[in-house]
């Protein structure tokens, strides 16, 4: 059974920065894309918006927002995935999600979210 566990969130102040982690396990095959998400206070799930992906191969995309401030990198041996939350506004507070698909199939798993708060 997929499951994919997030850690690292927490309350900082504004400007302040925050690592976050994502464990992927209980999966025979490798993963493809991984990637960050985020759905903010008052927003529904289908309102989810990306904030960063990474391929296997280390390509990055970024949502324009966080370009500059966040950094996404992941370390395949350890099926692990990091967002590197820098220069932290309120505007970021959000529960973050990572996902990630396998190769082989269609279905992307998702993390049960980490709390990020960004406080004046």
């Known amino acids: 059974q997929v499951q994919l566990v997030e850690s690292g969130g927490g309350l900082v102040q504004a400007g302040g920065s925050l690592r976050l982690s994502c464990v992927a396990s209980?999966?025979?095959?490798?993963?493809?894309?991984m990637g960050w998400y985020r759905q903010a206070p008052g927003k529904q799930r289908e309102q989810r918006e990306l904030?960063?992906?990474?391929?296997?191969?280390?390509?990055?995309k970024y949502q324009d927002s966080v370009k500059g401030r966040f950094t996404i990198c992941r370390d395949n041996a350890k099926n692990t995935v990091y967002l590197q939350m820098n220069s932290l506004k309120p505007e970021d507070t959000a529960v973050y999600y990572c996902n990630a698909g396998y190769r082989g199939s269609s279905l992307v798993y998702w993390g049960q979210g980490t709390q990020v708060t960004v406080s004046t």
């Open positions: 209980g999966s025979k095959f490798s993963i493809n894309d």
């Open positions: 904030v960063a992906t990474i391929s296997r191969g280390g390509s990055t």
